[in-house]
């Protein structure tokens, strides 16, 4: 697995400035239109500095609706239990969160989904990662600080070289 840590930060720094820079700054941020584009400019950051270099094609209809299992996220070394959040989405589209730590059992292969903001309308760092287990389907939102990323070309496990 090659490490793109570095390169996933670089999208998620590009993608979080252009929303504080120019998009939040907009006369009415939280409409569609506003959402919109940043949707298209996220995606279109993501595919120039990390999806174009691992020869990943994703089509905008599938960004932030499903996760990209090419890319999958590791504990940083000397993390034994890591705090995550655990998604359970309803009915209605609503997804809660509880805490939880995972990995005395090991760790999930957890593919990327989205970097995420609680306050997604006001200035955001996008410090959290959602992912998602490629096992079982079950949602995880972790903090980025305690994730390295991977470019995954066929079997994955954490903590191997």
């Given at each position: ?37 940043r949707?298209?400019?996220?995606l ?27 890319i ?44 995420f ?45």
């Amino acid at each position: 697995m090659k490490n793109i840590t570095e390169t996933m930060l670089c999208f998620r720094d590009a993608a979080a400035h252009v929303w504080n820079a120019y998009l939040r700054t907009t006369d009415d941020p939280m409409s569609v239109d506003v959402q919109l584009s940043r949707d298209r400019i996220e995606l279109e950051l993501l595919r120039a500095i990390v999806l174009y270099n691992l020869k990943i094609d994703l089509d905008i209809e599938n960004y932030r609706h499903n996760h990209i299992q090419e890319i999958v996220i590791c504990p940083r070394d000397g993390i034994y239990d890591l705090p995550v959040l655990i998604g359970e989405r309803h009915d209605n589209g609503n997804t809660t969160w509880s805490k939880s730590l995972i990995g005395s059992d090991g760790f999930p292969i957890l593919a990327f989904k989205e970097f995420f903001d609680w306050n997604s309308y006001g200035h955001v760092t996008m410090g959290l990662v959602i992912v998602v287990s490629i096992d079982d389907g079950r949602m995880y939102m972790i903090e980025e600080m305690h994730c390295d990323f991977f470019a995954a070309a066929n079997s994955v496990e954490c903590g191997a070289d």
